[in-house]
């Protein structure tokens, strides 16, 4: 249910970012840092779903081992 969630914001975010970077000529780093966290996070509900990993997949920030 998270996992989607943070699907439907990381639409949210593209579709903002899109506006902002037409306007500033870049994406917001924050909005990019956002959208990369609701992305890992997604790809590791779904290694775990699939059992590819028995790591459960954490809301903190997790380095990349």
């Known amino acids: 249910v998270l996992a989607t969630m943070l699907g ?5 975010v593209a579709l903002g970012g899109w506006f902002y ?3 500033h000529g870049r994406m917001s780093e924050g909005m990019r840092d956002l959208m ?5 996070f997604q790809q590791r509900t779904t290694g775990y779903y699939l059992l590819l990993t028995s790591r459960y997949p954490a ?3 997790v ?3």
């Open 8 to 12: 439907y914001a990381m639409s949210l």
């Open 21 to 23: 970077a037409l306007w």
């Open 36 to 40: 990369a966290y609701c992305l890992r």
């Open 59 to 61: 809301l903190g920030r």
């Open 63 to 65: 380095s990349m081992e």
